[in-house]
């Protein structure tokens, strides 16, 4: 089993959907949570982290980690075709300084 | 204007070269990181650095090289050994202990094998 699963999609959605992209992972040690959006052909720039379980929220960007579950998710409200990106999701346990990374989702939203 | 640069943007080697792809910041970040992405396996490790003067070995470390001679640059040397070299090439960076180990990546260095 892989440490951290992410289904690479592409998954496609009309302008204004609610998106919803999720990562699994084995290793309960994990403790900070990160997503990265990466376009085409530039670095990923980091979106959103959370420490530990639960919500948090900024702008149309809300980020969910649920511990007991070992699933982390990152929800996109009113999605705009500027969102069109890979979304990686990221993890690491206290004091570590490595991070284990998904194999990204490629969201692509149509006007 | 701060931030992490990478040179060159693009790069072209012939088999059997070794190149060296140079990564510099100026946000004072202790740790330096490089790794490696392909088409459909993510970003893959090839070494870090928490200070100056130390490295270790990531999770592909085999055919690359690294140095750390100042806490503002980490190039990576791309060696003859190293049978796949074309990929998108990310440097990122870090400071530790402040709670979060959040990284911070450069805009990359494609590099071809011609």
């Known amino acids: 089993q892989k440490e951290v699963e992410q289904d690479p999609g592409p998954l496609s959605v009309p302008e204004g959907a609610i998106v919803s992209l999720n990562c699994t992972y084995s290793?309960?040690?994990?403790?900070?949570f990160m997503w990265y959006r990466q376009y085409s052909r530039k670095g990923p720039e980091l979106l959103m982290y959370?420490?530990?379980?639960g919500n948090k929220e900024d702008g149309r960007f809300t980020a969910q980690v649920d511990k007991s579950s070992k699933y982390i998710s990152l929800f996109i409200r009113d999605s705009q075709p500027s969102d069109s990106a890979t979304y990686l999701c990221?993890?690491?346990?206290?004091?570590?300084?490595?991070?284990?990374f998904g194999k990204g989702t490629m969201l692509l939203v149509s006007p | 204007d701060g931030g992490i640069t990478q040179s060159p943007k693009y790069l072209f080697r012939k088999e059997g070269q070794n190149v060296t792809l140079s990564c510099e910041q100026n946000?004072?970040?202790?740790?330096m990181y490089w790794y490696r992405q392909d088409p459909g396996q993510g970003l893959r490790l090839i070494y870090y650095s928490q200070i100056v003067n130390d490295f270790q070995k990531g999770d592909i470390a085999e055919g690359y090289s690294v140095s750390r001679e100042k806490k503002e640059s980490f190039p990576l040397t791309v060696t003859s050994a190293q049978k796949n070299p074309t990929a998108f090439y990310l440097c990122?960076?870090?400071?530790?202990?402040?709670?979060?180990?959040?990284?911070?990546f450069g805009p990359g260095t494609r590099l071809t094998v011609l």
């Open positions: 959370t420490y530990s379980s």
């Open positions: 946000l004072n970040h202790d740790a």
């Open positions: 990221a993890m690491t346990t206290m004091g570590y300084s490595t991070l284990t």
């Open positions: 290793n309960s040690a994990f403790q900070y």
């Open positions: 990122a960076t870090s400071l530790p202990g402040q709670g979060q180990d959040t990284q911070y």
